[in-house]
């Protein structure tokens, strides 16, 4: 009975970590991560839009509704955590290694982002917003910022 249970939590686990780790061929969005001690950098390679955070603001990442958006990120220091608690997600970013993942958001709102892996002296100030807007408003927000940050 024992072996049974185990071998039910395996396939479970595998089963859904593939569902959450699948990456689409053809994502509607591509969004570039940059982490560092203690700011995040978000690049929007076909629009030309960045958005970082300072030491008095977060920046912002805008993202279109019902669209699946496609994340390369990476650490440019130590070990960082793109985490949106509200969606119940984390990836962790490391130094010289780029890691990738797709999200999608259903519903227009704002969502608190931070880093959740201890970096140092102000970790509790790596902080970003995330802004999930309706596609016509994103394509409105993409021109706005083409060329230029966010």
Same mark, same amino acid.
């Given at each position: 009975?024992?072996?049974a249970?185990i071998?039910?939590?395996?396939? %479970?686990?595998?089963? !859904?970590?593939?569902?959450?780790?699948? !990456?689409?061929k053809?994502?509607?969005?591509?969004?570039?991560?940059s982490?560092?001690?203690w700011?995040?950098?978000?690049?929007?390679?076909?629009?030309g839009?960045t #958005?970082?955070? #300072?030491?008095?603001?977060?920046?912002?990442?805008?993202?279109?509704? *019902?669209?699946?958006?496609?994340?390369t990120? #990476?650490?440019?220091?130590? !070990?960082?955590?793109?985490?949106?608690?509200?969606?119940?997600?984390?990836?962790?970013?490391?130094?010289?290694?780029?890691?990738?993942?797709?999200?999608?958001? #259903? %519903?227009?709102?704002?969502?608190?982002?931070?880093?959740?892996?201890?970096?140092g002296?102000?970790?509790?100030?790596m902080?970003?917003?995330?802004q999930?807007?309706?596609? *016509?408003?994103?394509?409105?927000?993409?021109?706005?910022h083409?060329?230029g940050?966010?």
């Amino acid at each position: 009975m024992l072996v049974a249970i185990i071998v039910f939590l395996v396939y %479970e686990t595998f089963s !859904i970590e593939n569902r959450t780790d699948a !990456i689409a061929k053809a994502p509607g969005l591509k969004v570039l991560i940059s982490a560092g001690q203690w700011n995040w950098r978000f690049s929007y390679p076909a629009y030309g839009a960045t #958005s970082q955070s #300072s030491p008095r603001s977060p920046a912002v990442l805008v993202v279109p509704t *019902d669209t699946v958006v496609s994340f390369t990120g #990476s650490s440019r220091d130590v !070990i960082h955590s793109f985490y949106v608690p509200g969606r119940r997600f984390k990836r962790d970013l490391f130094p010289r290694r780029n890691t990738t993942f797709d999200l999608l958001w #259903s %519903e227009p709102g704002r969502f608190k982002g931070e880093c959740a892996e201890y970096c140092g002296w102000l970790h509790a100030h790596m902080d970003f917003v995330v802004q999930a807007l309706p596609p *016509d408003q994103f394509r409105a927000w993409a021109a706005a910022h083409r060329g230029g940050g966010a």
